[in-house]
């Protein structure tokens, strides 16, 4: 307070964010190219039973998160990613010590005392040897699977939901919005978890075991409960699920282009992966892609909206995607060309080695982290001054 009873401004004054935030829209990815980029990665691991392949991969994608992984909550649902293919590598592997494995081997590791099973249970045992060669096969195969959930992981730490549904076709809105929510849904709970768990803990009370999660489990399942209520009266009052009326003419042909597409795809797809459809295979594909993306097209004329400041997708987006496109299409090839390098073999059991090209080839998965914009700085916490 001056002179003369008055007031005076504090000597800065806070800068608007909103100029801020319309500059990060319009330099942030597209969310659909980090989708397609780790897809793309996703499919290249299917290619391979190479576990140092497969870690190369698993480090590719883990380097790109934490590099443009942007300051969200819906982004810290990578961590659960990682522990559920650890889950599964556990799992996999529980099982084939358990249940034995269809791989012959000769360094038994442990025998297990066998439960004997009934005639009509044939093929099946419980317990028996445990071979190195089962239980290597049984990594390996894990692995792969593990390596997939870790890259759908990276899409869902790197994409924005709500920016990913804006970008969806109108025939594909209300399946979108299902997704979105349901995606959106689990980094939700997944901070419920860690947020109750930490206020048990400042309470002095226990956190860990059955006792503590299902203490921590009802308050999780009530807070879901009323976010949904209250997404459903939200999405009700701005108009979800309202459509337009369309002539019958056009729905028929949107059904018959969509179901005719979607038949072409598959045909196409297995007339590819067949050595006697090596022939219509690409033009029964090509074909059912025109088909499904015009049923599309005419299915979006239901969908009463307008994107306000869609994203754009730019030569950026053009780059990530592209880098993913290449690792998976090299992976192909390599498995073609030099199968006994992507699937080393577990009879007689050897070490794997890594193959060097198909390795810079998943080197360029990295490219994101160089070309993609940066994320915003996280948010400081304004610290409270005494009076």
């Known amino acids: 307070m001056g002179a003369g009873g008055t ?30 980029w780790a897809l793309a990665l996703g499919t290249a691991a299917t290619r391979t039973t190479n576990p140092l392949l497969l870690a190369l991969l698993v480090t590719v994608s883990a380097y790109v998160v934490i590099t443009r992984r942007p300051h969200a909550p819906w982004s810290r649902s990578y961590g659960a990613f990682v522990k559920l293919a650890l889950a599964v590598l556990l799992i996999r592997l529980l099982f084939t010590t358990l249940l034995g494995s269809p791989i012959p081997g000769t360094h038994t590791l442990v025998t297990l005392p066998e439960v004997p099973l009934p005639d009509w249970a044939q093929g099946v045992r419980l317990g028996g040897r445990v071979t190195a060669e089962g ?60 947020r109750l768990r930490a206020t048990r803990r400042l309470r002095g009370r226990h956190d860990k075991g059955v006792r503590g999660l299902l203490q921590v489990g009802l308050p999780v399942l009530e807070g879901a409960l009323e976010r949904s209520v209250a997404l459903a009266a939200a999405m009700d009052a701005r108009g979800y699920g309202r459509t337009a009326r ?17 038949l072409g795809i598959c045909a196409g797809t297995y007339g590819l992966l067949t050595a006697a459809g ?9 074909a059912g892609v025109a088909a499904a993306f015009g049923g599309l097209w005419l299915g979006g004329r239901r969908t009463v909206r307008t994107r306000y400041r869609p994203d754009r997708w730019d030569a950026r987006a053009w780059l990530v995607t592209a880098s993913g496109v290449a690792v998976a299409a090299f992976l192909f090839l390599a498995a073609a060309r030099d199968p006994a390098a992507l699937h080393p073999g577990v009879v007689p059991l050897t070490a794997p080695t890594l193959p060097l090209w198909p390795a810079a080839a998943v080197l360029l998965g990295l490219l994101p982290a160089f070309v993609a914009p940066a994320p915003d700085p996280a948010p400081k916490t304004a610290v409270k001054e005494p009076s």
């Open 246 to 262: 369309v002539p019958a003419p056009v729905r028929r042909t949107t059904a018959a282009l969509t179901l005719g597409g979607l």
């Open 135 to 194: 239980l290597t096969f049984a990594l390996y195969d894990a692995m792969k699977l593990a390596t997939l959930l870790i890259c759908v992981g990276a899409a869902n730490a790197l994409a924005n939901p709500s920016r990913l549904l804006k970008s969806l076709p109108g025939a594909l809105y209300e399946m979108g919005v299902a997704v979105v929510v349901a995606l959106t849904f689990a980094p939700n709970l997944i901070a419920d978890v860690q």
């Open 278 to 286: 090596g022939t219509y295979g690409i033009p029964v594909l090509l």
């Open 7 to 36: 007031l005076h401004a504090p000597a800065s004054a806070p800068t608007p964010a909103a100029p801020h935030r319309h500059r990060h829209r319009a330099t942030a990815m597209h969310p659909g190219a980090w989708w397609l």
